[in-house]
């Protein structure tokens, strides 16, 4: 049954009206005003440091997205998914540089389109490799064999061998120009912004599409319990392994996305500790839920922002806090998990449900 | 007319014209055609979503049900009796027993064996449509006492792989056997359909009867349409208009609702998924016309006090503020007077803030108009509902008059009252000050009971048995069942529900009695709400296992003392309420301490607790009980505990 709150007098006659996106007036109104927000107030209220972070907030979703969809909605814990993102960076990158587009293709601005979708497939196929495991193992054991996902593809593959092609050293710089969708060049963060907004909003729409379709719910019956999923005829193995090439191709797309944003790439920009925090962007966001990914990365890069910013005014009578940042930034990580563990284990997502509840049916409490 | 009386309403022959030759059938026919595949007759709710059955599948569904009716031997004039929830395919049968020219019986799903028996027996009916397993093993038992039922048909195959019986067969088989009859005679149907004429009958329905055995209304065509067509007339509804089907089929009102005026206005019928979601299920239609017995609203408002007592301070604060205005604005509009601006103003802010969504939690959001009718209603409730914006009014009827035959109108409405005749109506009292009707409407004859008949229908006239009066404007205020008003020691008369309904209004009671007529005090027998209270109880961290202890804690005692004292207020000092006691189990139809219909059959619970009724006017503080009680699967249980008195000082 639909869980969306209905006001009295909406209600269905099949179930596709039951699992519509956007059920009553007000949420379609609540959706069109967002999206207002997000294309046009945005970019005109915000200045160039606060549309990066929007584009930090941006990448951190499209991270955090395989992530939620393998922890939250298939149960399967991931440690190692930093590997798949910098997968999708260096084959959209090797594209773009080393293969022989011809004249035109590059020309229309088909290069880096098209280096995206196979910079997804290829991250899909090689998360679908480090997922085989899943089929064995679980729980703890499933965490060592993502972990090695991490090691084996970015401290070993990508750093011994990949970065060798072209002779290059240790990093990848991406011209002026070659960063090309179509006509327009992307080389502003306002352009990085759009493209951030298209990538998120479609990927976003995929996942929630693919969740309330019959492998969505596969997957949910995976989670709760792998055993009665499969007596109820679900092709366990199958399905976790579809979870891992759906995670691995959304890393992908975030990986191929992020090397607009960056002047050069080098294996330094994946380090397991991102992958570490795209599962604390979860677990603060909420488990088993796309609004939580999405307040969850909002929360942390906003949040390590402000950190910044506190720190900076101090930094004249401090010197040391700026040369520990990066410890400071790990230790309010540790401390935010920490606090959210303790107070919130639901997450940002369940706060925002119960806000939601509290209006939906007040005057009373339930 | 006889001399020296008051009389209210619209003669027949003054009302508009109606065909008199119209049947349901035909009606349906003729909507059914005019709608077809475009428009919704019904739906229910199944697996989460409301299943559409359109006007088209209506019809097809009861032509084939009629004809493989007939081909199963029904007879003009043949009873067809129904059990069942309320469900598409409940209506369907009747429709079908109509169109085959057979007699709709109605028998309500929780009655007991014996009662089964007693109707389907008296009633002579040939068929019985069955749910499902229930319901046909019900009737299995009593086939043998009833030689002439022929066949009990089914339609919900769950639990029954194993029933062999011959009597047996399901709906989809009889409406094979109709598509058959069809390929043979075509136009059968339409044939039967219109052969029939308006004034012959169609529905017989047992009244539920506060004293003694039901006794079966015969109701014609005419008399179901020219009500539906009468209350359409003071409030038109549209086809495009939602309405919720949830109150049994065996209830006049519901049939009222669903083929009276529902048939005439073509809105759709909404079933919900089962009796126990009937609630949320009506918040999600949001129907625009409701009719309800007042225990239904009574029912709401509990949920709504119950609630509130459970929210946090800010969203009591804003409810308390909004109730306050809504009732000032309520009492305006209630004594007639002009609303100030500033009331409005302060009206619109509460509306917006919380009655808006207070409506929208009951269900009531699209409501027109909010019936409610078949025993009296606090003035309390009544005032609840106003104060939200609810146009609820009180109707009065019978089966005997196919439903109902005064309401309030729109603006006119007096808490107090019923209201006045619909169209085509005339009410008059007599001399012993008992109600008397007279409309197209009203039954031809109570069905193998000549006695009964001759003593209800004098001269067109129909003899309610209840006691009331019409008011300086013309409004008809219906007292009580003329045996149930009380003489006060002052030689007043009082009508004892007055006070029951005000003492229900309090959400820790479900049911009082009050006792008093012709004695120095009155006293009254309470019934707790075992979910309210249980809650308040676990709140205090009192212990306690069941209902029957429970009900005997000093501390329900306070509080039920506490709500007698609240009811009390502004009644004259003969008038309270001075002794009471908590009774140990809930007034229970299954006891016949109600009527289905939840009315408290007063003589019978009287004799029942003589020992009580006696304990309350004597000097004792408590009450020795040892008795049986009876469960609805027919297993007994015995009961041995004492009732403590409490007086109430003034």
Redesign the interface.
């Known amino acids: 049954m639909s869980t969306t709150f209905l006001p009295c007098g909406e209600y269905h006659q099949s179930y596709h009206e039951d699992h519509a996106w956007w059920q009553t007036k007000f949420i379609k109104g609540k959706m069109i005003l967002l999206m207002l927000v997000l294309f046009g107030g945005i970019p005109y209220m915000a200045d160039s440091y606060w549309i990066s972070v929007c584009n930090q907030v941006g990448y951190t979703v499209l991270g955090a997205l395989g992530v939620q969809l393998l922890i939250g909605f298939c149960g399967q814990v991931t440690l190692g998914h930093a590997a798949f993102l910098a997968v999708g960076a260096y084959t959209s990158t090797l594209l773009i540089l080393e293969f022989p587009w011809p004249k035109f293709f590059l020309d229309l601005g088909l290069a880096y389109p098209i280096s995206i979708l196979a910079a997804a497939v290829v991250a899909g196929v090689w998360s679908v490799l480090f997922g085989l495991p899943s089929a064995k193992v679980k729980g703890f054991y499933l965490i060592l064999t993502t972990m090695a996902a991490q090691f084996v593809t970015v401290d070993f593959v990508i750093t011994q061998y990949i970065s060798q092609i072209g002779g290059r050293g240790q990093a990848f710089s991406l011209p002026p120009g070659t960063i090309k969708i179509g006509p327009w060049v992307i080389d502003s963060d306002l352009k990085i912004y759009y493209m951030m907004l298209v990538l998120v909003i479609l990927l976003v729409a995929a996942v929630v599409n693919l969740l309330r379709s019959r492998v969505g719910r596969a997957w949910v019956a995976i989670r709760d319990n792998d055993i009665s999923a499969e007596v109820m005829g679900i092709n366990v193995v199958q399905y976790k392994l579809f979870a891992f090439f759906v995670a691995g191709f959304i890393g992908g797309v975030a990986g191929a996305f992020w090397i607009s944003n960056l002047a050069a790439i080098s294996p330094e920009h994946f380090p397991w500790f991102w992958s570490l925090w795209l599962v604390g962007v979860i677990l603060i966001g909420g488990v088993g839920s796309i609004h939580g990914t999405i307040f969850g990365s909002i929360f942390m890069v906003v949040v390590m922002e402000l950190l910044q910013m506190a720190v900076i005014p101090l930094a004249s009578s401090y010197p040391k806090l700026l040369m520990d940042f990066l410890f400071i930034k790990e230790a309010a990580f540790g401390l935010a998990i920490c606090a959210f563990m303790v107070f919130e284990p639901n997450g940002l997502a369940y706060r925002w449900w119960q806000a939601k509840n509290y209006f939906n049916l007040w005057p009373f409490s339930y | 007319m006889p001399h020296g009386d008051k009389a209210i309403g619209v003669k027949a022959e003054d009302a508009q014209e109606f065909p008199k030759d119209l049947t349901i059938p035909k009606l349906f026919h003729q909507q059914a055609k005019r709608y077809g595949k475009d428009r919704?007759a019904m739906?229910e709710k199944e697996f989460?979503?409301?299943?559409?059955i359109t006007w088209q599948d209506y019809l097809d569904n009861v032509k084939y049900l009629a004809l493989g009716l007939i081909k199963l031997g029904l007879q003009e004039g043949d009873k067809v009796a129904m059990i069942g929830d309320n469900r598409p395919e409940g209506l369907m049968a009747e429709m079908a027993a109509l169109c085959a020219r057979g007699v709709g019986v109605w028998l309500f799903q929780d009655c007991l064996m014996d009662e089964v028996r007693y109707i389907i027996d008296h009633s002579d009916a040939k068929f019985v449509f069955g749910e499902g397993q229930e319901e046909v093993d019900k009737t299995l038992s009593i086939i043998k006492d009833c030689p002439k039922l022929k066949k009990i048909i089914w339609d919900d195959p769950k639990g029954l792989r194993q029933y062999h019986q011959e009597c047996l067969i399901s709906l989809r088989d009889v409406q094979d056997l109709g598509r058959e009859l069809e390929k043979e005679k075509p136009h059968l149907f339409e044939e039967l359909i219109n052969k029939g004429h308006g004034e012959e009958i169609a529905l017989l329905f047992y009244t539920s009867g506060t004293t003694a055995l039901p006794k079966g209304a015969l109701l014609s065509h005419h008399n179901m349409l020219s009500m539906g067509k009468h209350l359409m007339e003071v409030d038109p509804c549209q086809d495009s208009d939602?309405y919720v089907s949830y109150l049994p089929f065996a209830w006049i009102g519901e049939q009222m609702m669903s083929i009276s005026c529902g048939l005439q206005m073509g809105y759709t019928l909404n079933f919900p998924e089962a009796p126990e979601t009937a609630q949320a299920n009506i918040?999600?239609?949001?129907p625009h016309v409701m009719f309800a017995p007042p225990r239904m609203y009574e029912q709401m408002t509990r949920t709504v006090q119950v609630?509130?007592l459970?929210?946090?301070w800010l969203?009591?604060t804003?409810?308390q503020f909004?109730t306050w205005v809504g009732y000032r604005v309520a009492d305006m509009k209630f004594a007639k007077k002009p609303v100030p601006f500033y009331w409005q103003a302060l009206h619109g802010l509460v509306y917006a803030t919380?009655q808006k969504?207070?409506?929208?939690?009951l269900?009531?959001?699209?409501v027109r108009n909010a019936y409610t009718g078949g025993a009296a209603m606090g003035p309390d409730h009544f005032r609840f509902f106003h104060s939200l914006g609810v146009n609820l009014k009180q109707i009065y009827g019978q089966t005997e008059v196919a439903g109902i035959s005064v309401v309030h109108r729109r603006g006119d409405i007096k808490f107090d009252t019923v209201g006045t005749p619909i169209p085509g109506t005339e009410v008059r009292i007599n001399q012993d000050g008992e109600i008397l009707t007279r409309s197209p409407s009203v039954f031809q004859g109570y069905y193998k009971n000549p006695e009964a008949t001759a003593k209800t229908l004098i001269d067109g006239w129909l003899y309610s048995g209840d006691k009331g009066f019409i008011d300086d404007d013309g409004h008809l205020v219906v007292f009580d069942r003329t045996k149930d008003v009380f003489t006060l020691k002052d030689g007043r008369p009082f009508a004892p529900q007055y006070l029951e309904t005000r003492l229900k209004f309090s959400p820790y009671i479900k049911d009082g009695w009050v006792i008093g007529d012709k004695r120095d005090y009155l006293s009254a027998v309470m019934c707790i709400d075992y979910a309210v209270v249980s809650n308040w109880a676990d709140q205090r961290k009192l212990n306690y296992t069941s209902y029957q202890e429970l009900s005997q804690m000093p501390e329900v005692y306070d509080l039920v003392e506490k709500q007698i004292r609240q009811a009390n207020k502004d009644l004259p000092d003969l008038a309270k309420v001075r002794k009471f006691t908590n009774l140990y189990k809930e007034f229970d139809a299954d006891d016949d301490e109600l009527t289905r219909t939840r009315k408290l059959r007063r003589a019978f619970v009287e004799k029942r607790y003589k020992e009580i009724v006696d304990a309350l006017y004597t000097q004792n503080d408590s009450v020795h009980i040892d008795t049986l009680i009876k469960y609805e699967d027919g297993r007994q249980a015995h009961i041995v505990t004492d009732m403590r008195i409490v007086s109430i000082a003034n």
């Open positions: 919704v739906r989460g979503i409301w299943r559409p939602d918040r999600e239609i949001g609630k509130y459970d929210a946090t969203k009591r804003f409810y909004a919380v969504k207070l409506k929208d939690n269900g009531m959001s699209r």
